[in-house]
């Protein structure tokens, strides 16, 4: 079995550990549960201007963060790359491990890169207990290198090894993962991104990132993803980590930026914002957009079985939230079967339940995030609703977020830590002689 060796990266700590009641409520000591872009035009976008203090990336070269690339050699022409599917004992965030399955040790599968009009010669190897396949989503190839189990070949059985080949005749944000027992096997995260980088560049990037969005159920306890889930999904992942588990995505100021997100989620699609910038929507898995027809957002809908493409300019200094706009989708382990506790007046229950259930305290019905001030315990192999610490108090927010940092003068990319607001630009409490000047009653 393989494990994940570059699951170091964190954005937050794990200070407070709390849990939500399937009846609403949390005992202490029972069993519980689950709980307009600044340019004016759509392109090309202003170059950034650079200290060349920072790392050199090679041309033709996207990151990953909290994930890595496929390794490739060249043999006679073609690029040579070898798949293994295999189960992989994965962490979604410190504190929640499953045993998924992906490819090479990693979950998601790793970034294949390439450049149009390479031939690419890629072998798959199964070391799952089941039959599986590969597509190749969104490629132009021959019928018999699609990866259909079934339909356009035998599906790869335990043990054997495959080959696929081709050309790559398009450049764009593609994507791999199983086509046989799909439900199963995208469930257990049997997907990943293949970036096929244009021949000519049509726009250049200071930064290009592959985010990979997904969903999954792990019950708590559990240490399995549950492929049978169709609506209760309670993680949701940028590259297989929901926050405070994601990377941040480190910015120098100016620097010109391209993500390029994918969605094999089983059933829901993710609306993508980003804070304090706009950006333009540049591609999607059919390949470019012509300039004319793009339009500027800050929030791009990734349907799934989908790749969209962002470019901006990152011109605001600061610590952004970058993430799923489904409100449920930005939070961990939720458990839907919550009754609604809002504006419940729990004193007269609370004394009631006390001489029957030691501990018992009656919890949600000021929402979520006072769940984040509460020291509770939690199931084994499950982690609370609300619990990463940032700068000024708990982020009452989890799952597919991560942070955008955007800094002058960065020595690295390395975690700067978080944003010191410049005096005068932070918000803070009103004070009686502001509320007086302004004519503010407060009541
Ligand atoms: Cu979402």
Redesign the pocket.
């Known amino acids: 079995m393989a494990t994940e060796d570059d699951d170091k990266t964190a954005t937050g700590t794990v200070s407070r550990r709390q849990v939500i009641a399937q009846t609403g409520v949390g005992v202490l000591s029972a069993s519980l549960l689950s709980a307009i872009p600044q340019v004016a035009v759509a392109a090309p976008m202003p170059q950034a201007t650079l200290t060349g203090a920072l790392p050199k990336l090679p041309p033709h070269s996207v990151e990953v963060p909290n994930g890595v690339k496929l390794p490739w050699k060249k043999i006679a022409g073609a690029k040579v790359f070898h798949l293994v599917a295999q189960e992989v004992d994965h962490e979604f965030m410190p504190g929640l491990k499953a045993k998924c399955w992906g490819y090479n040790g990693h979950v998601h599968g790793p970034v294949i890169e390439a450049v149009e009009g390479d031939r690419v010669r890629i072998y798959v190897t199964n070391k799952l207990p089941a039959a599986t396949t590969v597509h190749w989503h969104g490629a132009l190839l021959p019928n018999g290198m699609d990866g259909v189990g079934g339909l356009t070949q035998k599906a790869i059985l335990p043990g054997e090894t495959y080959r696929y080949e081709f050309d790559l005749k398009q450049q764009g944000t593609l994507m791999y993962h199983s086509h046989h027992d799909e439900m199963t096997q995208m469930a257990m995260g049997l997907t990943g991104l293949f970036v096929i980088h244009p021949r000519v560049p049509h726009s250049r990037v200071d930064r290009d990132f592959a985010l990979m969005?997904h969903?999954w159920k792990v019950e708590p306890g559990t240490e399995r993803p549950d492929p049978n889930e169709m609506t209760d999904f309670n993680l949701?992942t940028m590259n297989g980590k929901a926050f405070p588990g994601t990377a941040p995505l480190v910015l120098e100021r100016g620097q010109k930026v391209r993500i390029r997100l994918g969605n094999l989620?089983a059933m829901?699609?993710?609306?993508?914002h980003i804070h304090g910038h706009q950006f333009w929507i540049t591609e999607t898995d059919g390949g470019l957009i012509p300039p004319s027809a793009r339009w500027p957002e800050s929030t791009v809908l990734v349907p799934t079985g989908s790749t969209r493409t962002i470019e901006f300019v990152a011109n605001a200094d600061g610590d952004w939230p970058f993430h799923?706009?489904?409100t449920?989708?930005?939070m961990n382990q939720m458990g839907h079967g919550l009754p609604n506790m809002m504006g419940v007046e729990p004193m007269q229950l609370d004394a009631k339940a006390m001489p029957l259930l030691p501990g018992y305290m009656t919890m949600g019905q000021t929402g979520m995030a006072e769940m984040g001030h509460m020291h509770m315990p939690v199931p084994a192999n499950s982690v609370s609703t609300v619990m990463a610490k940032g700068k000024h108090d708990l982020i009452t927010m989890g799952?597919?977020f991560t942070v955008i940092k955007i800094r002058q003068g960065l020595k690295s990319y390395e975690d700067p830590g978080w944003y010191e607001a410049p005096k005068g630009t932070l918000s803070t409490y009103a004070t009686a002689a502001e509320l007086k000047r302004d004519g503010i009653v407060t009541g």
């Open positions: 969005l969903e949701l989620s829901d699609h993710h609306p993508i799923c706009h489904m449920h989708h930005v799952g597919m």
